[in-house]
């Protein structure tokens, strides 16, 4: 497996670059400090990608990016594709900013769910939707088999009850993926999603969260009030098949952790290349050629999250191409997702730390970075979540025998 930047994506990669440098660092610091503000400069941007996208020549990058079952033709070797593509894409519009990524028109991760799960009907029906993802509930965080929230067939119709809460982008999109159970009795195989658009009765946002990063980015407490939903908003299969358990609606956090993981990457890389010219500036020489024990500290901790970095970032792209060739990647988005994690906080902090009185000023971005990088060790599985996915899969055990 070739882990660079396919030679491909390197024109692509650039733009992307760009974008993040001059469009969302640029307005980086005015929406931290604004929050729940709603980021205007964005629209132009986010009408720029749905144009790509309508002429084909987008690489596939954004949301839309991830719906590998597209692709018709099975024999066409190995390859990198859409995935790759998108979490190229995350990576570096996170070096500009997570908050400003998260509050993209039209690439929310409901978006992401939509392309990874929907049949191509629906596909097509919601193409053009902002679409948030509601799953975490005042009683439950990381265990999305524990969903409360109903889903009662009512004619051709199923009736939403319930509340959800840390929704991004909830106040935002013009639609939400909502999570709930046909039936709690039968478990995790019950639990299925929903395309419930806002302008439908019984469906509102109940408040706006205040937190510690990404405040670019709006998180939503919605609430579902006897909401009636078309049938056909159910997305993929409406039939519960306890033979198959989760494993349809986890399907689409095979798709989503990865590039979650992508913006851990791309944060933590920020820090390091601030990191990188502070040092320098500093007088001190970083030399790949002698043992970091026998340089200073501040060389010998930049070269070990360095290192670090380079491992969640390979994790990463492994994941996105696995997927791009239609191998079962859920062990590796799930490792890539808890590394880069991981990785992101710890990068980010000791970046703060290393830096002394700049790093915990506004005179540089890394008290920033240290903030936003830690909702993606959270939000798409915790840390210990992933862990305990990945030691299932190794282990050959079941959720009820692995606890």
């Known amino acids: 497996m070739y882990l660079e930047t396919p030679k491909k994506f390197r024109g692509f990669v650039q733009q992307a670059h760009d974008v993040a440098n001059e469009f969302l660092r640029a307005n980086s610091r005015k929406y931290d400090l604004a929050e729940h503000s709603y980021p205007k400069e964005l629209d132009l941007l986010a009408s720029l990608i749905d144009g790509l996208n309508e002429s084909g ?100 119709h199923y009736v939403l009850n319930g509340e959800k809460i840390f929704v991004t982008s909830g106040d935002r999109s013009d639609s939400v993926v909502v999570w709930a159970t046909l039936d709690k009795t039968l478990g995790r195989a019950a639990v299925k999603s929903f395309v419930v658009p806002k302008s439908l009765p019984g469906i509102r946002v109940e408040r706006l969260e205040h937190k510690l990063g990404i405040r670019a980015s709006d998180t939503a407490v919605i609430v579902l009030d006897n909401c009636r939903v078309p049938a056909e908003n159910l ?33 933590a890389r920020a820090s390091l290349e601030v990191m990188r010219d502070l040092i320098e500036q500093a007088g001190l020489t970083i030399d790949y050629d002698r043992s970091p024990a026998l340089q200073p500290h501040v060389v010998a901790e930049f070269l070990r999250m360095e290192a670090d970095w380079e491992a969640a970032l390979l994790l990463t792209l492994e994941a996105a191409w696995m997927a791009d060739n239609r191998q079962a990647n859920s062990l590796q988005a799930s490792m890539a997702k808890a590394k880069a994690g991981r990785s992101g906080n710890d990068i980010t902090l000791k970046c ?48 009820s025998e692995l606890k």
Do not use: H
């Open 57 to 156: 020549n987008s690489t596939g990058a954004g949301a839309a990016g991830v719906r590998v079952k597209d692709e018709k033709k099975k024999d066409q070797g190995v390859r990198n594709a859409t995935n790759m593509a998108s979490v190229l894409s995350v990576i570096e519009m996170c070096w500009g900013d997570v908050g400003l990524l998260l509050s993209m028109p039209r690439q929310g991760l409901g978006n992401s769910a939509i392309a990874s799960v929907a049949t191509d009907e629906q596909a097509e029906r919601f193409k053009g939707t902002w679409a948030s993802m509601a799953i975490t509930e005042p009683s439950f965080g990381s265990d999305s088999a524990a969903i409360r929230t109903t889903a009662t067939k009512d004619g051709d």
């Open 352 to 399: 703060v730390e290393l830096a002394g009185s700049l790093g915990y000023s506004e005179t540089e971005f890394l008290e920033k970075w240290a903030r936003d990088s830690k909702i993606l060790d959270i939000f798409e599985g915790t840390q210990q979540i992933q862990q305990l996915i990945v030691a299932r899969r190794l282990l050959g055990l079941t959720s």
């Open 235 to 267: 997305l993929g299969d409406p039939e519960i098949d306890t033979s198959k358990g989760f494993a349809g609606a986890m399907a689409t956090f095979d798709n989503t952790r990865p590039l979650v993981a992508g913006m851990a990457v791309g944060c």
